[in-house]
């Protein structure tokens, strides 16, 4: 069974910095694609970063230059470190793990950037 957990959110001042974590048991990170979604109170959900399979990593033009998307394969790992923070950034961050068979969500991790 596939269990994904997302941490590393929290209260932090505009200009800030927090490294979310995703972690997956059940599933490998070298077979699969990761990517981190957000969620703003009253908004849809949107993606905000991807690695695949092979490592190739993209994010959205909202957070280039300030968020950056890793792994680490031997942990099972994917990171999404956030810099110059904003309070526009502020939301429920979901890990996504797409595999060949399954999509698979994590509960989300609460971020929230003060003015």
């Known amino acids: 069974q596939v269990h994904v957990v997302e941490s590393g959110g929290g209260l932090v001042q505009a200009g800030g910095s927090l490294r979310l974590s995703c972690v997956a048991a059940?599933?490998?990170?070298?077979?699969?694609?990761v990517s981190w979604y957000r969620q703003a109170q009253g908004k849809e959900r949107e993606r905000v970063a991807s690695?695949?399979?092979?490592?190739?990593?993209n994010v959205a033009d909202s957070v280039s230059g300030r968020f950056t998307i890793s792994r680490d394969i031997a942990k099972n790992t994917v990171f999404l470190q956030m810099n110059a923070l904003k309070p526009e950034d502020t939301g429920v961050y979901f890990c996504?793990?797409?595999?060949?068979?399954?999509?698979?969500w994590g509960q989300g991790t609460q971020v929230t950037v003060s003015s």
């Open positions: 996504k793990v797409v595999t060949t068979m399954k999509t698979y």
């Open positions: 059940g599933v490998s990170f070298r077979l699969s694609s």
């Open positions: 690695i695949g399979s092979g490592g190739s990593s």
